[in-house]
Nanobody
Framework: QVQLVESGGGLVQAGGSLRLSCAAS????????MAWFRQAPGKEREFVAT????????TYADSVKGRFTISRDNTKNTLYLQMDSLRPEDTAVYYC???????????????WGQGTQVTVSS
């Protein structure tokens, strides 16, 4: 298990950018695959992006491909999500998660942060 704390959310206009961070505790951070999920009001939590422990392999949801970039710094135990060309439909609470392998499924991840709100105005 690892403890995760997200930051960097906020209010931004459509077309703008935000960078989310997720700070992780524990000495085994680099062994975990990491992911970002999001949940809009009244909707189920959905996959956004995942990255392997080494950072060499990434996967994105079609809805964010080409606009969002997931990355990690294993020396700082930190996960990032650079979000560009934001749209109102990106509005949601964004969660980071840690798991033993990269997956698009929430059930695959054993540790979750508390979430950070991202609001995109039109």
């Amino acid at each position: 298990q690892v403890q995760l704390v997200e930051s960097g959310g906020g209010l931004v206009q459509a077309g703008g950018s935000l960078r989310l961070s997720c700070a992780a505790s524990g000495r085994t951070y680099s062994s975990y695959a990491m992911a970002w999920f999001r949940q809009a009001p009244g909707k189920e939590r959905e996959f956004v992006a995942t990255i392997s422990g080494s950072g060499h392999t990434t996967t994105y949801a079609d809805s964010v491909k080409g606009r969002f970039t997931i990355s990690r710094d294993n020396t700082k135990n930190t996960l990032y999500l650079q979000m560009d060309s934001l749209r109102p439909e990106d509005t949601a609470v964004y969660y980071c998660a840690a798991g033993n392998y990269a997956s698009l499924l929430t059930i695959s991840y054993h540790s979750w942060g508390q979430g950070t709100q991202v609001t995109v105005s039109s």
